[in-house]
């Protein structure tokens, strides 16, 4: 069973269109973070996000953790925003930190 | 933001092989991370390190695999010998101490094993 889901799997966007993304955990957890990977695999984080709503351009993050939930929004979509969207959080009870990471949305946005 | 560099970003070595994956981390953080992604699959975490220690690992990290930061030099990921399925993409993380503190990614290496 997948600890983290995310949905939808794939989303194909008119270029200007917003978008909003999905995370759904299992367990209750206060780290997470989401992560932009290039269609060349290039990892680039986009937002640290354990609690409440935070922003950072056109993109907003919103995270319920009572609800074991977060989202992701993007805004006036652009075709460099095409490529797979990441959410991770830290599922376990340990000392040491460790993500676990959801398949992802790919995102196709066209012209 | 702060930036964790991985070197090289490709390498392909032949099976059997030692492989030696380098990752400078944001210079005062102190929890170190290794994590696997084989191609068009998910990310998965490998390891994680404090204070010259291995402080968790996962089932993905077999014998084989071993990492160190000698010196507060570079975090090291060795892979001695390589097998094919240890072809993939490896992301270095670092962090400050605490409990769920932000992590920060590399770009990745690419190791492809022939």
């Known amino acids: 069973e997948q600890q983290v889901q995310q949905s939808p799997a794939s989303l194909v966007l008119q270029e200007a269109e917003n978008a909003e993304l999905q995370c759904s955990f299992s367990i209750f957890t206060n780290q997470v973070q989401w992560f932009y990977q290039r269609p060349g695999g290039r990892l680039v984080s986009l937002l640290y996000n354990p609690s409440g709503t935070k922003q950072s351009g056109r993109l907003t993050s919103t995270t319920v953790i009572k609800e074991r939930r977060s989202s992701l929004h993007i805004s006036s979509s652009q075709i460099t925003d095409s490529g797979t969207y990441l959410c991770?959080?830290?599922?376990?009870?340990?000392?040491?930190?460790?993500?676990?990471f959801g398949i992802g949305t790919r995102v196709l946005v066209r012209p | 933001g702060p930036k964790v560099l991985q070197i090289p970003s490709h390498q392909i070595i032949d099976m059997g092989q030692m492989v030696t994956l380098n990752c400078d981390p944001v210079?005062?953080?102190?929890?170190f991370y290794w994590y696997k992604q084989i191609l068009g699959q998910q990310m998965e975490f490998l390891v994680n390190?404090?204070?010259?220690?291995?402080?968790?690992k996962s089932k993905l990290f077999k014998d084989q695999f071993s990492v160190e930061r000698p010196d507060g030099s570079y975090f090291t990921l060795k892979i001695q010998p390589t097998a094919l399925e240890d072809s993939a993409v490896y992301f270095c993380?670092?962090?400050?101490?605490?409990?769920?503190?932000?992590?920060?990614f590399g770009p990745g290496t690419r190791l492809t094993v022939l």
């Open positions: 210079s005062n953080h102190l929890y």
């Open positions: 991770a959080m830290d599922l376990t009870n340990s000392a040491g930190n460790k993500l676990t």
């Open positions: 390190f404090y204070n010259g220690k291995v402080m968790e």
């Open positions: 993380a670092s962090s400050l101490p605490g409990r769920y503190a932000e992590q920060f």
